[in-house]
């Protein structure tokens, strides 16, 4: 769907160049969530804009589904534009514009005639589930509703891309939830590639497929958002797994814990890989096993991909049946560590 | 002293009341158009803007700026050659159009310019990413979403407008700052005076009142 080569861009301030975007090559396959992840100042809001040159990239070259977008003049870029929505941080809704006629803008722009226009609003309106504030302006709507708006203005003329720039950061997380929900729900249905840009690796966590880290206007690190989690290699994607995971702080807090743990049975730690079974592994052991569970610390969390995260439990009982536990639990995939043991 | 209304005809006030409200009317309209393009050139050619342009903001910043330094009074004297070519006489309401609406337009032009200055960036960004044309983020984004401040804008120019009129009607252009400067003062008839400015000032109440309840009306922040 989308190829990007050397991609780069240089702003000029003063006398020195910054350079936002420097030299990345990135392959987007259609129909993919693909999340992009830094931290303020990385170059990932620039990077989005080079997508459909809002900013001119300096060097490099981007394809889009088959078109070469630096080969664009004015006005095909113009057309190529229509094909590719996107969504902003704060919305950046027409305020003069009731709801519907917000959605129609793009619309007048593709020139599309009015009856058909109305039809096409009227889908769309309900696609995002905003019946019944049609006539209602930007002013008078919540954060989660102008940026529902601004998803069906961006779908309006059929777009086979999505770019979406830090679309949930202005929000609440409860409606932040809720608008992810529907960007998942629309690439299903639509079957519609979306490039997502956050700092937040919740979001990422949550919907992409495919991740992107950036640092400094480079992509240090990218792969399937499960095997990132599983195996982050960059120190920077370390930080945004350590704000979901809370990780590193473990061990110190692991001693803690334990101190305050009867020396009775084993105490085990569980490493979670994203295996399907997760859910349900503590309740089944629990009915299997004539044996008691202690649940005593869990850093646990949902990717699109299944389960990852660490669990600590205490195993109290027979020690053979306690064994037994320890290898259903290898079984179902978990990586399995005894970390006290007082049989 | 008592007021002695007996010098007062009706009718040469009519006239001049009426002149008053053409000269403000037409040189409001020219002023309109004529200051939206200076304030539109103005905006896109600034740094950053779509047609980003330093020379032909140099040129029309200055422009703006010259006119907008000189004296109204000196202004009509400056322009009476022109005027006589244009209008074919230096005399009577028409004749103050020239110099009226010169005046207003850089004046309206910075207020435009300022207007749409205001219009979030982000808005004329998600515009261009629909793939909109220069023209329709003018026509369909710019000026919208600038209108409260363009009608606002528009109104306080109008005002000053008024002010310029009878300006203008002391050197000769009619209306009511000719009734009351020929008519009134120089006859000491200080009636008439009393009663143009009491009808001046109902003037530009009227266009105030007009000016802030369509603003408001439009204004859907």
């Known amino acids: 769907m989308i190829s990007i080569h050397g991609l780069e861009k240089t702003y000029a301030i003063n006398d020195h160049s910054i350079r936002a975007v420097d030299d990345l090559t990135l392959d987007i396959e259609a129909g993919e969530i693909f999340g992009v992840i830094g931290y303020s100042g990385a170059g990932k809001s620039t990077f989005v804009r080079l997508l459909n040159r809002l900013e001119e990239p300096t060097a490099g070259s981007i394809m889009i589904d088959g078109k070469d977008m630096m080969q664009l003049n004015t006005k095909r870029l113009r057309e190529a534009r229509q094909d590719i929505g996107m969504i902003f941080q704060h919305f950046n809704l027409l305020w003069s514009r009731t709801t519907e006629q917000n959605i129609a803008f793009p619309l007048e722009i593709a020139r599309m005639p009015k009856k058909e226009r109305q039809a096409r609003v009227k889908e769309l309106i309900k696609l995002v589930g905003l019946e019944g504030r049609e006539k209602a302006y930007p002013s008078q709507l919540s954060g989660g509703q102008k940026q529902r708006v601004g998803i069906a203005r961006a779908l309006a003329n059929n777009p086979k891309l999505l770019l979406c720039d830090e679309a949930t950061s202005a929000l609440d997380p409860e409606t932040t939830h809720s608008i992810l929900d529907l960007l998942v729900d629309i690439n299903k249905k639509l079957g519609l590639t979306i490039v997502l840009i956050t700092h937040e690796m919740n979001v990422i966590r949550k919907i992409c497929h495919r991740v992107a880290v950036m640092e400094e206007g480079k992509v240090v690190e990218t792969g399937n958002v499960y095997h990132v989690f599983r195996e982050p290699q960059h120190e920077v994607t370390k930080r945004f797994i350590g704000e979901v995971l809370e990780d590193g702080e473990d061990d110190e807090t692991l001693e803690d814990v334990l101190r305050e743990v009867d020396r009775v049975g084993k105490v085990a730690r569980l490493r979670f890989q994203g295996t399907a079974t997760n859910d349900a592994l503590i309740s089944n052991i629990a009915k299997k096993f004539s044996i008691e569970v202690n649940i005593l610390q869990g850093k646990i969390t949902k990717t699109t991909y299944g389960t990852v995260g660490t669990l600590v439990i205490q195993l109290i009982g027979d020690r053979r049946e306690i064994d037994d536990v320890l290898s259903y639990i290898k079984d179902a995939d978990v990586v399995v560590e005894v970390v006290r043991d007082d049989t | ?221």
């Open chain 2, 1 to 221: 002293m008592t007021l002695d209304f007996s010098e007062l005809k009706m009718d040469q006030l009519i006239e001049a009341t009426n002149e008053t409200f053409y000269m403000t009317t037409i040189s409001l309209v020219g002023t309109f158009v004529f200051g939206l393009l200076l304030g539109l050139l103005l905006y896109l050619t600034d740094k950053e803007g779509i047609w980003e342009n330093k020379i032909i903001n140099f040129i029309i910043a200055t422009f703006v700026n010259v006119f907008r330094a000189i004296p109204f009074i000196i202004l009509i004297l400056l322009l009476f050659p022109v005027t006589r070519v244009l209008v074919g006489t230096i005399r009577g309401p028409e004749a103050a159009l020239p110099a009226l609406i010169l005046a207003a337009a850089p004046f309206y032009g910075r207020l435009v310019e300022i207007a749409l200055k205001e219009v979030d960036k982000g808005v004329v960004e998600a515009a261009k990413a629909m793939g909109s044309s220069t023209a329709r983020i003018i026509f369909r984004v710019l000026l919208p979403e600038s209108m409260p401040a363009l009608v606002s804008g528009l109104t306080v120019t109008a005002i000053s407008l008024i002010g310029y009129t009878a300006m203008a009607g002391a050197i000769g252009a009619g209306g009511l700052g000719s009734y009351a400067y020929y008519t009134g003062f120089q006859r000491k008839i200080f009636e008439i005076v009393l009663v143009c400015s009491v009808l001046i000032v109902i003037i530009v109440f009227i266009f105030q009142f007009i000016g802030d309840f369509i603003s408001k009306k439009i204004d859907k922040r």
